[in-house]
């Protein structure tokens, strides 16, 4: 935990003493920062957007835990099933959504006088296919658990070690939906029925059912609790009842235990190690390059697609940053990042957290 520790001290340090507004959901992330707030700030106000399209006891559980931790709260009302470039659900609706919420969110804050307003997006967030991302840096929202470089499991972990309960249902209903395929509130009244239904015969704390093509798939990490033929038998009889044609049991899902990148030796020196990430977008690497270009000795290849940077460790400057001791990184178009001459793990992530927030996809959705 001592990692973890000075990473949330670092949190501490960048809150303290600011008059901020919180984008507060109730899941882990949101649930730390307003713990963290009202520990270090002056007045930190949370602010819970809600769509009317999220699971059961959402608005009950965020009244409840900002009651607990004893610090102001806004509570902003807007059904998205009257907004037509949401029902739609192609592919930017994260960026949709969130643009939404984050415009009035900051609308409340601005007009009560809030200097800062801070969300808990996380580093490992930055490796996801996150597109909602993007309007934090259209209406200058802070993170600092970036900042911080704080990953998902260590956020839970400390929750967890400190006996902090959050929500584990703070996603809206929408996202059970299939890319692409109308969101109906037929959908969303069966999906929040069957969700409800399982959770509550099985004790099931953590649950996802998802749509595509009139067929459902159920998800959960507690699965062990449906592998019974009895069990099993019910549901069927039960999601059929609400015409569901097929019903799928997804068997990968696990809880947040995510690395940032791959790690192995160095072929050329085996004493250091490389890593290799795959983000799941593609990169403007025009803007990532004048955000990272200060980091060392950089390049904008772009006949080939690439980005070269050599973070220096030492006074010295080479002309190739790929001919140097120093750790160098590439970064390609198609989103895939390589790291190479690095220490160890610690510094790979180190390095990673640099430059993971400078990184801007090429799909910007306005």
């Known amino acids: 935990m001592d990692k973890i520790n000075k990473k949330i001290e670092k949190v501490k340090e960048i809150l303290k003493d600011k008059k901020i507004a919180i984008s507060f959901s109730g899941g882990a992330d949101s649930t730390l920062m307003i713990h963290l707030a009202k520990e270090v700030c002056d007045n930190p106000l949370a602010i819970t957007y809600d769509n009317k399209i999220m699971p059961t006891n959402f608005l009950n559980f965020v009244k409840e835990k900002v009651d607990e931790v004893g610090i102001s709260h806004e509570i902003i009302e807007n059904d998205f ?10 592919k930017n ?20 006088g809030y200097d800062i307003i801070v969300d808990g997006t996380n580093i490992s967030d930055l490796v996801e296919n996150r597109p909602g991302i993007l309007v934090n840096y259209k209406y200058n929202i802070q993170s600092p658990f970036i900042k911080a470089g704080l990953e998902s499991e260590e ?6 070690h400190n006996h902090i309960n959050y929500s584990k249902s703070t996603t809206c209903l929408g996202t059970r939906v299939k890319t692409n395929e109308k969101i109906t509130r037929r959908k969303l009244n069966r999906i929040s029925y069957c969700e409800n239904l399982i959770k509550n015969t099985y004790d099931i704390e953590e649950l996802r059912v998802r749509e595509e093509n009139n067929n459902v798939t159920i998800e959960t990490p507690e699965i062990e609790k449906l592998l019974n033929i009895n069990c099993i038998n019910n549901i069927k009889y039960e999601l059929r009842s609400v015409s569901y044609d097929k019903i799928f049991l997804n068997i990968g899902i696990e809880n947040d235990n995510k690395e940032l990148a ?3 030796s160095c072929e050329t020196d085996k004493s250091k190690i490389m890593f290799e990430k795959n983000l799941p977008y593609d990169l403007n690497l025009e803007k990532t390059f004048e955000n990272i270009k200060n980091l060392g000795n950089s390049r904008f290849l772009e006949d080939i697609g690439v980005i070269t940077l050599e973070i220096q460790e030492d006074s010295s400057k080479k002309d190739n940053a790929l001919e140097s001791d120093n750790p160098n990184i590439v970064l390609f178009k198609n989103g895939k990042l390589v790291g190479r001459n690095i220490s160890d793990v610690d510094e790979a992530k180190e390095i ?7 990184i801007r996809r090429s799909d910007i959705l306005e």
């Open 262 to 264: 791959m790690y192995k």
């Open 81 to 90: 099933m009257d907004i037509g470039s949401f029902v739609e659900n192609n």
């Open 352 to 358: 990673l957290i640099k430059i993971l927030p400078l």
């Open 155 to 160: 956020i839970h972990k400390y929750l967890n």
């Open 93 to 112: 609706r994260c960026y949709v959504c969130r643009n939404l919420m984050y415009s009035s969110i900051k609308e409340i804050a601005d007009e009560k």
